[in-house]
């Protein structure tokens, strides 16, 4: 089985939304704080956003107040609704736990029209 398995990336012109989805074990959405990253060519890796395993969330500056992370229980995934989408938010993301420690998944790219 497959850790980590996002999905609900795309093609979405400036200020449009989408909303990602990562299906991981029981376990894991339920128990362990989760996040959402993202990477373009060249650069690192950087957190988009996290949810403790309370439920509380945080988000990294760039995208406060437009990005909405949250988990459902009865579809064992986590999720990150994207609105007014930027350019500079086109990247692939990945889902992971807070401490980054299970294998990355494949990602889903994410691509801004302006």
């Known amino acids: 089985q497959v850790p980590l398995v996002e999905s609900g990336g795309g093609l979405v012109q400036a200020g449009g939304s989408l909303r990602l989805s990562c299906a991981a074990s029981k376990t894991l959405v339920r128990v362990t704080a989760m996040g959402w990253y993202r990477q373009v060519p060249g650069k690192p890796r950087e957190t988009v956003a996290i949810i403790s395993a309370g439920g509380t969330p945080t988000y990294a500056g760039a995208v406060k107040g437009r990005f909405t992370i949250s988990r459902d229980n009865n579809k064992n995934t986590v999720d990150l609704q994207m609105n007014s989408l930027k350019p500079e938010d086109t990247a692939v993301y990945y889902c992971?736990?807070?401490?980054?420690?299970?294998?990355w998944g494949q990602g889903t790219q994410v691509t801004v029209s302006s």
């Open positions: 992971n736990t807070a401490l980054k420690s299970v294998s």
